[in-house]
């Protein structure tokens, strides 16, 4: 399993490499693609914990005044399925998604109300054998934010890395996972993010037949009608990253 240490360090790597003149995949890909490129930004957490998980609320808080300043409207997981299925799908002027992995509390504490503060959305993606556990969100709480506004996504059942599982397996945590989430919900749940961002040249398949319309990954780069939907590209923030435009630039968009 990969652990948290080995993620960052997997990160900083490629921080490092977009620093010196960026994957040439990825920048080729970003600047073939027709059509409008969306930015996805992930975070973790939001408080006063430890770590480059977290960033603290008034940093949050400044990264969506900062986006708006830029200009950006937020959208949901369906207007970007919508999209995906049809480029000519009506967008606001410079779209961008905000997503949230791992489903701690501190998104409905914290992230939630300023979201919410700034008429601003995100996505959730839950890990539902964690639902109610100490720190996690419980039921009541994905029900809440689903209800206003906020999407939600699934992030497995237990979080472990599904490109080093065989077929059987990830097929059963992205299916159950999914199932959970819908039966919660009474709503369909069409995206997943893959744990650790660990996915393999099997799982577009399997996601595909687990009901997903999409996958998304810790590669950084943006999102366009031209995207590989199972291998959707993001832009993680860290406590350590300074103003959210740079961060952006330094991870893929513009």
């Not at 957490?45 to 008034?58: A, L, Y």
């Not at 949901?76 to 919508?82: A, I, P, V, Y």
């Not at 999209?83 to 914290?110: K, R, V």
């Amino acid at each position: 399993m990969l652990s948290r240490r080995r993620f960052l360090q997997k990160c900083l790597l490629a921080t490092v490499a977009m620093g010196i003149g960026g994957s040439p995949f990825s920048r080729s890909r970003a600047r073939a693609a027709t059509g409008t490129d969306i930015p996805v930004l992930l975070y973790h957490r939001v408080g006063d914990t430890q770590g480059h998980m977290t960033v603290s609320p008034k940093r949050f808080a400044t990264d969506l005044a900062n986006l708006k300043d830029m200009g950006f409207s937020t959208i949901s997981l369906d207007l970007f399925r919508r999209y995906l299925a049809d480029p000519e799908t009506p967008l606001p002027e410079n779209p961008l998604m905000i997503s949230f992995d791992d489903g701690y509390l501190d998104n409905f504490l914290n992230a939630y109300p300023l979201l919410r503060e700034y008429g601003m959305t995100a996505a959730f993606y839950i890990i539902t054998g964690m639902v109610g556990e100490a720190d996690r969100l419980t039921p009541a709480h994905i029900r809440e934010i689903a209800a206003n506004g906020m999407s939600i996504g699934s992030h497995t059942v237990s979080h472990r890395e599904l490109g080093e599982m065989d077929t059987e397996e990830a097929a059963s945590e992205m299916s159950l996972s999914r199932l959970y989430l819908e039966g919660l919900l009474q709503r369909s749940v069409n995206f997943i993010a893959y744990p650790k961002g660990s996915y393999n040249e099997f799982t577009a398949k399997i996601a595909n037949e687990a009901a997903y319309n999409g996958g998304f990954s810790v590669e950084y780069g943006t999102c366009a009608h031209t995207s590989n939907p199972y291998a959707l590209r993001r832009i993680p923030i860290f406590s350590f990253d300074r103003e959210i435009k740079q961060t952006m630039i330094k991870r893929g968009w513009g």
